[in-house]
């Protein structure tokens, strides 16, 4: 075969790679920022006798404002710098600065954590320029600079090929780009270029170092790791949160479990071999207050977490007081870096592999075995079907979010258009309870919700419903609760008349028909975090609870990652496989019917039910879609082509939307199973 001859470089929009990378994130920007940078540091390190310090730092000065992260204990970007394109053809274990100026050329080291190439788009997403300077001193004595920025045709590196800005030239050079002096301790240093407004401000709250505090939760307890955070605030150095380190000997507030001492049961088999535990400590708080991102078991890999698995069948008051992580010998720490059993960017594993399933089945064997032993906890059918029925739900969420991200469901975007006068209506109730409650909680802000600020007020809007022929009389309670203490008490015993159905739903407002105000003062919820309301309908006569409701939201600080809608079992009393309720403004939930033989087919197996609540999951969102109000100009249907579903005088024809729907799940369910 003849060749082809000289040809030219293909044309790529990098700054679309740098959002879709990052895009896959599941957190924020500079929850990545923060895994990326400092797992880069942890694979660089020098010594194990010394911990990696990392230090993150805001700078503002007449050149602009950076954002840099500086390691040191670190070996810094070893390697030459490449003079031309075909050099990357062999790249050699130590040619680290050419790796990091490129893209997808893989580490060498199988115990490196990053080792996918992509990580440092994350930092360049960072920047409102898509540009980032780096900096290394070797313990040869060389220091060199570089730099990179992504544009919508290319991604420029600097300087030119063949050219160098290294010692007396490197120092000039940043001190014209940035304004900063040289490093002085061998490591690396990356500055983000005009950081986005919204990772200085999680930087200059307290969400980046909660997160620096969960991700590196291990390294940091076993002075594997030291990280400081320099913010134009305050300076702080990381610590590990409480309650870590974790308790080893039972208390009457607090059971453990730990391997070696609860059990003797080191070792993994699935079919890639048989690995060894090395550390598996959980520990369950009688009192609760475990920071959401630190409950259930997480899953550790060389001082990071990647994931983490709940103790899925017990009560909430027992699962929100459990915490604790697991930790895995060389070769199953290497066995988890493959592609097939992780995503590139760490923050979960592939669970439907071997290897990763065979972990979830230890974890789960041993959470188990602790609500048995210790907890007072019994499994029967029920629960294990409730637990097997949760990690479904979870899976189908995620995979939701891998192969939809173009669903935003998140920005509804409301403007003129059909649908209610009133911009925030009255939820209808759930089409598969005959009696029951539903509410509305009205926040003073509703882009932040469900965060709540001291000084301000969340107004609840509760309806009583009964869609049965005989009268009922209620009583209505509604507390707000901090773990499982009570803060206030909103309602107490309201009574509730609720007269007789005839053409269906019937709705009628408790006796207080106006809103229950909660006033969030500094005094009453000093504690920042998440708070419940929770409210309670009970038959006034027989006293069995009637229906039960949950509030939650967070005062003064950020709610963890909010899924886009919720997915919720129901046993319907239709032939519908599921049900929407509620819509984007307020409280999106689809219902899927537990009693449709589809559903029942499946159930038995986690997988075949994960992948059957993935597709009502994707039918569901298409249905928010297009129920989305309009905006100023007219439908707004995206990801669907809204030029194919409607015609002139923005009418809809059904024809075309069901081949603009067919059209998109086909597409993403191509994604999703061409793996």
Not at 268 to 274: C, H, L, M, R, T
Not at 380 to 386: D, I, M, R, S
Request: hydrophobic share 35%; net charge negative; aromatic share 10%.
């Amino acid at each position: 075969m003849s060749e082809l001859g000289s040809g030219r470089d293909a044309v790529a929009n990098y700054i679309n790679i740098c959002n879709t990378i990052a895009d896959s994130y599941p957190e924020s920007v500079a929850h990545g920022l923060q895994k990326d940078a400092i797992q880069n540091s942890v694979d660089a390190r020098k010594s194990k006798k010394f911990p990696v310090h990392v230090e993150f730092q805001v700078i503002e000065n007449e050149c602009g404002t950076f954002l840099t992260f500086t390691d040191s204990n670190t070996v810094g970007l070893t390697g030459e710098v490449m003079n031309s394109a075909s050099d990357y053809g062999n790249l050699g274990s130590d040619d680290h600065w050419a790796r990091f100026e490129a893209f997808a050329f893989t580490k060498d080291d199988p115990d490196a954590l990053g080792a996918r190439g992509q990580g440092k788009f994350i930092f360049l997403r960072a920047s409102q320029q898509y540009k980032m300077i780096y900096d290394t001193l070797r313990s040869d004595g060389i220091y060199r600079l570089g730099a990179t920025q992504a544009t919508e045709t290319s991604r420029q590196v600097y300087p030119l090929y063949g050219e160098r800005w290294e010692g007396s030239t490197a120092e000039a050079k940043l001190f014209e780009l940035c304004g900063l002096e040289p490093l002085r301790e061998v490591g690396t240093r990356i500055i983000v270029c005009d950081p986005l407004p919204e990772v200085l401000e999680e930087i200059e709250s307290d969400d980046f170092e909660r997160a620096i505090q969960e991700t590196w939760l291990r390294a940091i307890e076993k002075k594997q790791l030291s990280v400081r955070i320099n913010s134009t605030r305050d300076s702080k150095g990381i610590y590990a949160p409480s309650p870590y380190p974790l308790p080893s000997v039972d208390t009457p507030s607090v059971k453990t479990w730990i391997c070696g001492k609860d059990f003797n049961n080191f070792e993994i088999a699935s079919a890639d071999g048989k690995f060894k535990i090395k550390k598996f400590h959980a520990a369950f708080f009688r009192e609760g207050g475990i920071r959401d991102d630190l409950q259930g078991i997480a899953i550790v890999q060389n001082g990071m977490k990647i994931s983490s698995l709940n103790m899925e069948m017990a009560p909430p008051e027992i699962s929100r007081g459990i915490t604790g992580f697991i930790e895995f010998d060389r070769e199953l720490d290497r066995e988890l870096r493959k592609g097939k059993n992780q995503s590139p960017n760490h923050y979960s594993l592939k669970w439907r592999s071997s290897t990763p399933r065979a972990i979830k089945q230890f974890i789960n064997k041993q959470l188990d075995a602790f609500g048995r032993q210790k907890l007072g906890i019994g499994e029967n059918e029920k629960e294990k079907q409730k637990r097997l029925r949760n990690s479904a739900e979870k899976e189908a969420m995620e995979l939701f979010r891998r192969f939809a991200p173009d669903i935003d469901l998140r920005s509804p975007r409301p403007g003129p258009g059909p649908g209610p006068a009133d911009p925030n209506p009255d939820p209808p109730p759930p089409p598969h309870k005959e009696i029951g409650l539903t509410v509305r909680a009205k926040f003073p802000d509703e882009g932040k919700k469900p965060r709540i600020d001291w000084g301000e007020t969340i107004s609840l809007f509760v309806q009583a419903f009964n869609k049965t022929a005989d009268s009922v009389e209620g009583l209505l309670s509604a507390r707000v609760l901090l773990g499982d203490s009570c803060v206030e008490v909103l309602l107490d015993n309201s009574c509730v008349a609720l007269a007789p159905s005839e053409n269906g739903p019937f709705v009628v407002k408790p006796d207080n028909a106006s809103p229950v105000k909660v006033n969030i003062d500094a005094s009453r919820y000093n504690v920042p975090g998440e708070y419940r309301i929770r409210l309670i309908l009970t038959d006034a006569e027989s006293g069995s609870q009637l229906d039960i409701r949950t509030v939650r939201f967070w005062v003064e600080d950020n709610p963890p990652h909010r899924m886009p809608f919720n997915l919720e079992p129901a046993e319907l009393s239709t032939r519908r496989a599921w049900q929407p309720y509620g819509d984007l403004h307020d409280d999106p939930t689809i219902y899927y019917n537990t009693r449709h033989p589809q559903y029942r087919h499946a159930q038995e197996s986690e997988e075949k039910q994960a992948d059957y609540l993935f597709t009502i999951c994707l039918e569901g969102a298409l249905h928010f879609i297009l129920t989305r109000p309009h905006t100023d100009q007219g439908a707004d249907y995206h990801p669907l082509n809204t030029d194919e579903i409607v015609k002139s005088g923005e009418d809809m024809m059904p024809e075309k939307v069901y081949e603009e729907i067919n059209r998109y799940m086909s597409e993403v369910l191509w994604r999703r199973f061409r793996e």
